[in-house]
C-alpha cells in the first residue's frame, strides 16, 4: 500500500501516521522528522534546510525530491509506505509521479486531513513532543500525566522552534499558497479521500481505516 498522508500544519498528520503504522506496518516516511534529525545531526543537508525550516518557508524542492528518491528506493518501501508531509509542491508530486514509475508502483491514496486555521493554529502552538522518543503530545488536547515529562519514556517534552506563533501563521500561509493546490491535483487523478480532521483522533482515524480497506 502506497499511501499520502497530506493536511496543513498541525492537521494531525504525524499522529495519524502512527495508528495507521501500528495496523498497517508499512514505514512511516516523514520529512519533517528527516529534516529535524539532519539540523539536529548537523549533517550537510541539515545545514540547507536549517534557515527554511526557521523561517517556516518550505525546504527546496531539490534538496527535498532528492532525499525521497533515495529513502523509497531502500528496500524496506517495495512492499509500501505512508509519507508524511510530502509531496508540498506540484514540482514534489510530479517529481514522485517519475519516481513510482521508475519503481515500478503507484501511490494508491492521498489522504487528506481538513481543519481549520484557527484550530490548526492552536494544535501547533500547543504541540510539545519528546526528545527521547519523539512521542507528540499536546499542553491542552492530549497532555501528559506531568506537565514536560514524557507518559512513555520519562523523557523531556519540548516545543518546535517554528511552532510558535508568528511561524506556525507563516507556515499556514505558505500551506495556502504552495500546497493546497496538490489537492486538484490528487482528485484529478481520482485518488484523493478528504476527511474531516476537526474531531477527535480515534474518529479520524475510523475514517482512515476506512478509506484504506476500500482500496
Ligand atoms: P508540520 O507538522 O507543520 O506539517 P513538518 O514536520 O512536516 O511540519 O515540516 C516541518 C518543516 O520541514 C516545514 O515547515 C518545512 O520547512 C520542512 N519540510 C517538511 N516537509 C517538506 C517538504 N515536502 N517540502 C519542503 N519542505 C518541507
Ligand atoms: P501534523 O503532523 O499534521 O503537523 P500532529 O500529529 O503533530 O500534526 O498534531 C499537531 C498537534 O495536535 C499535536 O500536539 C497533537 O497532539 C494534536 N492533535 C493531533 N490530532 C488531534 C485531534 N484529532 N484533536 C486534537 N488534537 C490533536
Ligand atoms: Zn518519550
Given at each position: 500500500m502506497n499511501l499520502i498522508l497530506m493536511g496543513?500544519?498541525?492537521?494531525?498528520?504525524?499522529?495519524?501516521?502512527?495508528?495507521?503504522?501500528a495496523a498497517y506496518p508499512v514505514p512511516h516516511i516523514s520529512t519533517g522528522d528527516m529534516f529535524r534529525e539532519a539540523v539536529q545531526?548537523?549533517?550537510a543537508m541539515g545545514l540547507k534546510a536549517k534557515s527554511y525550516m526557521e523561517q517556516g518557508q518550505?525546504?527546496?524542492?531539490?534538496?527535498?525530491?532528492?532525499?525521497?528518491?533515495?529513502?523509497?528506493?531502500?528496500?524496506?518501501?517495495?512492499?509500501?509506505?505512508?509519507?508524511?508531509?510530502?509531496?508540498?509542491?506540484?514540482?514534489?508530486?510530479?517529481?514522485?509521479?517519475?519516481v513510482m514509475k521508475k519503481l515500478g508502483g503507484r501511490i494508491e491514496a492521498a489522504i487528506n486531513i481538513a481543519v481549520p486555521d484557527e484550530v490548526l493554529i492552536?494544535?501547533?502552538?500547543?504541540?510539545?513532543?519528546?526528545?527521547?522518543?519523539?512521542?507528540?503530545?499536546?499542553?491542552?488536547?492530549?497532555p501528559p500525566a506531568q506537565a514536560g515529562v514524557c507518559d512513555k519514556c520519562g523523557g523531556k517534552l519540548l516545543q518546535r522552534s517554528d511552532d510558535q506563533e508568528e511561524t506556525a501563521r507563516r507556515?499556514?500561509?505558505?500551506?495556502?499558497?504552495?500546497?493546497?493546490?496538490?489537492?486538484?491535483?490528487?482528485?484529478?487523478?481520482?485518488?484523493?479521500?478528504?476527511?474531516?480532521?476537526?474531531?477527535?483522533?480515534?474518529?479520524?482515524?475510523?475514517d482512515i481505516q476506512e478509506v484504506l480497506a476500500g482500496l
Open positions: 496543513p500544519p498541525g492537521a494531525g498528520k504525524g499522529t495519524q501516521a502512527d495508528t495507521i503504522k545531526q548537523g549533517t518550505l525546504v527546496p524542492d531539490e534538496v527535498t525530491i532528492g532525499i525521497v528518491e533515495e529513502r523509497l528506493a531502500q528496500s524496506d518501501c517495495q512492499q509500501g509506505f505512508l509519507l508524511d508531509g510530502f509531496p508540498r509542491t506540484i514540482v514534489q508530486a510530479e517529481a514522485l509521479d517519475q492552536q494544535r501547533t502552538t500547543g504541540r510539545v513532543s519528546c526528545a527521547a522518543c519523539k512521542t507528540v503530545y499536546h499542553t491542552v488536547f492530549n507556515r499556514l500561509e505558505v500551506y495556502h499558497q504552495q500546497t493546497s493546490p496538490l489537492l486538484g491535483y490528487y482528485q484529478q487523478r481520482g485518488i484523493l479521500y478528504s476527511i474531516d480532521g476537526d474531531r477527535a483522533a480515534n474518529q479520524v482515524f475510523a
